[in-house]
């Protein structure tokens, strides 16, 4: 019997769906996408906290982009995404970390408190694009004098395939202006080359609305 | 010449930094406890560009965010594993660790930041904590029903319970978080209670912790 595909639950905007796609692609692993909609009341039940995404493969089900990709990482070994020497693997991890740990969580708060009615739309927005840019000048900072190819060499590594998302999400919904971030601005420049992140971009999902909508 | 012991830039009450005291009292490593307030300390912004603690100097390797320094002390301290070989059990304690560290601990910050800010009043920043807390508790709950080990993923303390107790405690001590309403974390923090190494790391043991 052949065994199944894993399935990813993920929304096409979602930008910790977008990195764990990035991850699927880059290991060559073809995967089923579902697509969850906003208070899906059967989501919970694959999710307790609800949040996307969430990879189902086989019997076992799990949660979270960090945990999904380590997962990933040790099941396929194809393009490693941490590498050996503890100190770059401890930055790529911190790297990571200052996305989906202290950018991204504010910028979702934002977003819920906006549908929810709790926070204006000025309000809002100043909330994510504070927690952006506090980020995005630490990492500025952390990774000053770079010149390789990608964040933390010339391969791609956990730290870009976090960052991606990240990036377009501030450009495409939020109006940051790269041009203060010129090390993450070359770095996506470089990712917006490669196969893997363009396949797995928001407007190219299956649940993105249809352009001209 | 004798290798300096790591050093880790922390404090008392802050609630990532308790997850890795905890780590480094279970792996036996003797460290230098730094105290430090990133809000007053202009120098701290060159160990962590985001100002943000705990901070570990291990030679000349910093490490940033208590999850990359959970992970590289798992890498280079291999006594008391934190992550099982076992690849569901492995992602389930990565899971519950980022429910704490992605899903509770950041809004909690927003709102203690908000409030010493002035942005926001005590009653809205307490409401947001607790929001987080109940919503990131009761998806615990769920995910561990069922549970009958000794901790969180079976009878040996692991990663998730290394980032279960600092948030159960803090909400606990500082959120008035009824836990008789998530009965496996309130037992799970009965027993990290027993360990000395979480006794050793609780917030009010630290030497920056005021005096009562």
Same mark, same amino acid.
């Given at each position: 019997?052949?065994?199944?595909?894993?399935?990813?639950?993920?929304?096409?905007?979602?930008?910790?769906?977008?990195?764990?796609?990035?991850?699927?692609?880059?290991?060559?692993?073809?995967?089923?996408?579902?697509?969850?909609?906003?208070?899906?009341?059967?989501?919970?039940?694959?999710?307790?906290?609800?949040? $996307?995404?969430? @990879?189902? *493969? /086989?019997?076992?089900?799990?949660?979270? =982009?960090?945990? %999904?990709?380590?997962?990933?990482? #040790? +099941?396929?070994?194809?393009?490693?995404?941490?590498?050996?020497?503890?100190?770059?693997?401890?930055?790529?991890?911190?790297?990571?970390?200052?996305?989906?740990?202290?950018?991204?969580?504010?910028?979702?708060?934002? $977003?819920?408190? @906006?549908? *929810? /009615?709790?926070?204006?739309?000025?309000? =809002?927005?100043? %909330?994510?694009?504070?927690?952006? #840019? +506090?980020?995005?000048?630490?990492?500025?900072?952390?990774?000053?004098?770079?010149?390789?190819?990608?964040?933390?060499?010339?391969?791609?590594?956990?730290?870009?395939?976090?960052?991606?998302?990240?990036?377009?999400?501030?450009?495409?919904?939020?109006?940051?202006?790269?041009?203060?971030?010129?090390?993450?601005?070359?770095?996506?420049?470089?990712?917006?080359?490669?196969?893997?992140?363009?396949?797995?971009?928001?407007?190219?999902?299956?649940?993105?609305?249809?352009?001209?909508? | 010449?004798?290798?300096?012991?790591?050093?880790?830039?922390?404090?008392?009450?802050?609630?990532?930094?308790?997850?890795?005291?905890?780590?480094?009292?279970?792996?036996?490593?003797?460290?230098?406890?730094?105290?430090?307030?990133?809000?007053?300390?202009?120098?701290?912004?060159?160990?962590?560009?985001?100002?943000?603690?705990?901070?570990?100097?291990?030679?000349?390797?910093?490490?940033?965010?208590?999850?990359?320094?959970?992970?590289?002390?798992?890498?280079?301290?291999?006594?008391?594993?934190?992550?099982?070989?076992?690849?569901?059990?492995?992602?389930?304690?990565?899971?519950?660790?980022?429910?704490?560290?992605?899903?509770?601990?950041?809004?909690?910050?927003?709102?203690?930041?908000?409030?010493?800010?002035?942005?926001?009043?005590?009653?809205?920043?307490?409401?947001?904590?607790?929001?987080?807390?109940?919503?990131?508790?009761?998806?615990?709950?769920?995910?561990?029903?069922?549970?009958?080990?000794?901790?969180?993923?079976?009878?040996?303390?692991?990663?998730?319970?290394?980032?279960?107790?600092?948030?159960?405690?803090?909400?606990?001590?500082?959120?008035?978080?009824?836990?008789?309403?998530?009965?496996?974390?309130?037992?799970?923090?009965?027993?990290?209670?027993?360990?000395?190494?979480?006794?050793?790391?609780?917030?009010?043991?630290?030497?920056?912790?005021?005096?009562?």
């Amino acid at each position: 019997m052949a065994v199944g595909k894993p399935v990813l639950y993920s929304a096409w905007i979602s930008s910790c769906s977008f990195r764990v796609r990035i991850a699927l692609n880059l290991k060559g692993v073809d995967y089923e996408y579902r697509a969850v909609t906003w208070n899906d009341p059967d989501y919970e039940k694959i999710n307790p906290i609800k949040y $996307v995404p969430a @990879l189902v *493969d /086989g019997d076992f089900v799990v949660s979270d =982009s960090l945990a %999904i990709i380590l997962y990933l990482e #040790d +099941k396929y070994s194809q393009h490693p995404l941490l590498p050996q020497d503890l100190k770059k693997k401890a930055i790529n991890l911190q790297i990571a970390n200052i996305v989906c740990s202290s950018i991204q969580p504010l910028q979702c708060y934002a $977003v819920i408190g @906006l549908l *929810d /009615g709790r926070l204006g739309s000025d309000e =809002s927005f100043q %909330i994510v694009r504070t927690y952006i #840019d +506090k980020g995005f000048r630490a990492i500025e900072k952390l990774l000053e004098g770079c010149d390789s190819k990608y964040a933390t060499g010339d391969e791609i590594q956990l730290a870009d395939v976090f960052l991606a998302p990240q990036i377009h999400a501030g450009m495409t919904r939020f109006q940051i202006d790269m041009s203060k971030y010129p090390l993450l601005e070359r770095f996506y420049k470089a990712y917006m080359e490669i196969p893997a992140f363009q396949v797995a971009v928001p407007e190219k999902q299956p649940d993105a609305p249809s352009p001209g909508v | 010449m004798a290798t300096a012991k790591p050093i880790l830039y922390n404090s008392w009450i802050s609630s990532c930094s308790h997850r890795v005291r905890i780590a480094l009292n279970l792996k036996g490593v003797d460290y230098e406890y730094r105290s430090v307030n990133p809000l007053t300390d202009p120098d701290y912004e060159k160990i962590n560009p985001i100002k943000y603690i705990p901070a570990l100097v291990d030679g000349d390797i910093v490490i940033c965010d208590s999850l990359a320094i959970s992970l590289y002390l798992e890498d280079k301290y291999p006594a008391h594993p934190l992550l099982p070989k076992d690849l569901k059990r492995k992602a389930l304690n990565l899971q519950i660790a980022n429910i704490v560290c992605s899903s509770i601990q950041p809004l909690q910050g927003y709102a203690v930041i908000g409030l010493h800010k002035g942005n926001m009043s005590s009653d809205q920043s307490l409401q947001i904590v607790q929001h987080y807390i109940d919503k990131g508790f009761r998806a615990i709950e769920k995910l561990l029903d069922g549970c009958e080990s000794k901790y969180a993923t079976g009878d040996d303390v692991q990663l998730s319970d290394v980032f279960l107790e600092p948030q159960i405690h803090a909400g606990i001590n500082r959120f008035q978080i009824d836990m008789s309403k998530y009965p496996i974390l309130a037992r799970l923090h009965d027993a990290y209670m027993e360990i000395p190494a979480f006794q050793a790391a609780l917030p009010k043991n630290q030497p920056d912790a005021p005096s009562s």
